[in-house]
């Protein structure tokens, strides 16, 4: 089975991607915020990782990259959810390692076809 870590400020954004993940046949946990995401990955390994980039304090990218140090996360696929749908912010983004970006609101269809790419579905 696959498990995935929900990272957002917005709690009902992390509660509807968790929502369409259950769908799809995926275990998930919520973080509800940066600082919840790296208490969360202290002590478990995710399969993969949705992480929002705009959020108070710690951003999504500090995250994203505190995993990159991280020899057990450095491979964990991450998935961009973001309202910022500017090329540089995806540029960024994947250069520090993500895999992916999804535009908010997210859309099932294109969950399921992300997820699909990097063959976690």
């Known amino acids: 089975m696959t498990y995935a870590l929900v990272v957002d400020d917005v709690r009902a954004m992390v509660d509807g991607i968790i929502r369409m993940l259950t769908l799809l046949g995926?275990?998930?946990a919520p973080a509800y915020g940066s600082r919840a995401a790296i208490l969360y990955l202290n002590d478990n390994t995710p399969d993969v990782?949705?992480?929002d980039l705009n959020m108070p304090g710690l951003?999504?990218?500090d995250v994203i990259s505190y995993m990159q140090r991280e020899p057990r996360l450095a491979k964990v696929p991450i998935i961009?959810?973001?309202s910022d749908d500017q090329p540089e912010t995806a540029d960024r983004a994947k250069a520090l390692g993500a895999?992916?970006?999804l535009v908010k609101p997210v859309k099932y269809e294109d969950l399921e076809a992300t997820l699909k790419t990097i063959s976690l579905i």
């Open 26 to 28: 995926i275990q998930s």
């Open 59 to 61: 951003g999504g990218m």
């Open 49 to 51: 990782v949705f992480m």
């Open 80 to 82: 961009v959810v973001t």
């Open 99 to 101: 895999r992916a970006l």
